[in-house]
């Protein structure tokens, strides 16, 4: 047990005790001093009754002053915890704030039962220890985490009822932000009694304070006992696996609509897993494929599916069920092709079949626009062509640019649009250095490079993207030599092309809104084998669709973030967006040169699918975090160092809840027992101080 | 001048008084006065008191032939003894006689009691002796019937001054053994002494067949120990001090008290000693004659 006291600094007044001593020094020295004549009876009373007076005189002194400490101990309001007392009849009022986890994780089945539903049993437990006057903040432990009842309540059958109103989601654990939330509102709370209880799997991938750092507990107040923490943590399988990624990208040449899709599985288990993953389009499964997975590692399934590129299409990639569900199915959507608008800028004195020919042809080769519009201007009428209508802009050899492109340029990167230029024989080079695109493309050139004998144009990551199914093994499809080229230096750009022992031969580099694209070597038969190269027109293809902003249609979002969505093709109308669930909702539409549907903070993973005007505008895909798929709990070492700065206790299983709190529960306050130690004592001065003669 | 400071003794409205009082021993004594007190042993005489007839088997040697010689009668001569009633006052004047409240103190009131008492037996032509003494005898004047005796005493009254402790046992035994005839003996004191001293002292006197009157003068306030506040006593006679609460005490402290005057009273009674409890706060006069009377109509 120990002893506290909450207005400590009123403990100076029990130096008032000393009062009644020094009254009394000070009464003893003005005692009259009578002349007697004999003390001869006086002597005889010494022995029997002066005795008992003196010692009554001193008892008098030690009642006096134990009852100024009494008072001034009640004052100072001491309490006492734990102990038969503080399990005895009641404590201190209490508030506590309950984190409890609902991420996806506590989905899962455990041996007896879910995870979620013990946890919400381990709630009620602690529901059920609080008395009258005692509040209670209810936290989810979900990202992102807040108050369930902004408030708090006092109310026991409220919080019960907020409790089954709660189950397991498929957004990701934060703890940390969790506590968070709990220490503000227990900073607040007035009880005596602060406790922050963190009911979950405690999920390692959970604690990650990030930003936050370690937790911080709430602010002390004078004369009050520290808040407590205490993690009860709920225990169930961590085998687990479950779909970490999905990829969706058109294949180039072949069937039309033919699309790749590649699932990436995660085993979480400890177990060498061999595993059917099955693909799902539009509600119809279109393939399967077994992939083998070894214990805490990955593998990929892979899929090949054709869709009607002119609609919207959705689909998942499912696992079979395990012990937990929430990732064992992981959604995609296939946006339709929609014809992208380039704006070609040729030079004033373009020849015939200039750089911006063989440019216009890849494009649109049948000059039907059907993929690409292309729209053809000399540069010199840059600055009249209509600002928002072109998602990219290829400058095909345009050498110096007037102050007027420069700022059509700038504006139209700022509103998203993106650039692709193609350099060539009318490249200044100190002009580009200079210029604005040096810095936005992080290309600055150096000189231009000439090889006889040619070199071959390389990929410089196979796998890239841009380069799928365009590459064999570290070499492109087809052999482009190229002879002339610029070398530069490049600052924080994708090379995806290189000319080896020369340099980068196509970068794109990423600004704030859009992207920008250099191709250093010219589109000219006299610079390279590109213009007569079958690899020309799909690495062109891509690039441009990439400019375009294409694969950002096709929305995949994680729970608990938020799910943005082009709406550019909508109608002017309403938009509305139909839930995983079948429930409507209105998003928030922000305009600008891609609009935009928004729903903040998504929560259930599946579908979202918009339509303005009974039409549909877009599918957006919500997945649950990756993360949430790796069940291994966080060590009590890692939760003990980021609940270093709190009083925390971990109670498991086997520990009997309701003692383990109320024994370290700050107690009763005894004021009112001082108070009435001093009423007694009162009443033994009164007696003690009686006229002993009438 | 010391006659005149004397004389304050002798109130004349208090002797007027004792005047018309007498103080009779009340015990057979050896001898007697010629006043109240005769001695019952008439035979040989220093004193010729009377002649009487002759009457067969008186001692020839009686006869005074002086007589004869005149008359031719026989007659015989009856003397009487010189001692008359030997009355010795004790005073005690130890320094706890001093004490006295807001009036007179014990040993003043004592000496004015002491000169009324000197005053009535010489009146009566008895002896009247005088004795102070703290530890032990101060002072000791034997006693004597004449007429100068009472300026002698009353003198003797006038110096006396409180001084030390008490030894009355001490005082009292030695006193006994000095005298040699009966008397009365009279103790005028505060008795503050042990009565395991005090009482043998008293009855020593008895055993040698002397009357013993005691008068037990106390101050009021040692009687009722009456005190607002703690106080720190002084002994008077050993200068040691107590500090107690006396309104705590004073039940037992009047308890005591009681029950040491009854134990003298009691035990004085069982010698056939007088006792007279007296205050101080009562005038000495009023205190006297009351006692003398009751001492009279008592027989």
Redesign the interface.
Known sequence: MGLTFLNAGFLFAALAALIPLVIHLI??RR????????????????R???RR?RL??ILLLIVRSLIILAVALAVARPTLSGGLLGRGSGHAKTSVAIVLDDSGSMGRRGDGGDLFDAAVGVAREIVDLLEEGDQAFLVRASDPPEEVRPGGTFSRDALVEELRGMAPGAAATDYAGAIAVASDLLAGARNLNRELYIIGDVQRTGWSGGPRGPAERPAGREGAPPARAYVLPIDGPEGNLGVSAVSVSRKYGGTPGLHAIVAEVVNHGRRRADVPVRLFVDGVQVGQAGVEAEAGGSAMARFATSVDESEWHDGWVELPEDVLDVDNRRYFVVAPLERVEVLLVRAEAAGERDEAYYVHRALDPTLTADRFRVAEVALSSLESQEQGRFPVVILADVGRLDAGAERWLARHSSEGGGLLVVLGSRTDIRYWNRGPLAAAAGVVLREPVVRERGVRLAPVAPGHPLLEGLTVGDRLIDDVSVRRAFTALIEESEVVLELPGIGPALAVARTPSSEIGVLLTGLDPAWNGLPRSGFLVPLLHRVVERLAGGAERAASVDVGEDLVVPIASARPGRVEVTLPDGSGLAPTLRAGRRPTAVIERVRAPGIYRFEASGRRVALGAVNPTPAESDLAQASREAIGEHLAAWEHRFIGPTDTLASEILESRRGRELWRVFVYVALGLIAIEMFLAR???A | MAEESYRRFLDPAVVSKLATMELRARLVVEGFVTGLHRSPYKGFSVEFAEHRQYMPGDPLKHIDWKVFGKTDRFYVKEYEEETNLRGYVLLDASASMAFGGDGISKLEYGRYLSAALIYLMLKQQDSVGLLVFDQAVREFIPPRSSPRQLHILLSELDRTEPASETEIGLVLHELARRMRRRGLVILISDLLDDPEDVLPGLKHFRHLKHEVIVFHVLDPREAEFRFERDATFRDMETGELMTTEPFAIRRDYLEAVDDWIGRLRRECAESRIDYVPIRTSTPYDRALFSYLEKRKRLG
Do not use: A, M, Y
Request: hydrophobic content about 35%; glycine content about 0%.
């Open positions: 009464s003893r005692v009259e001093t009578v002349d007697w004549s004999s003390l001869r009876f006086l002597k005889e009373l010494e029997k009754r002066i007076v009554r005189q006229p002993r003669f």
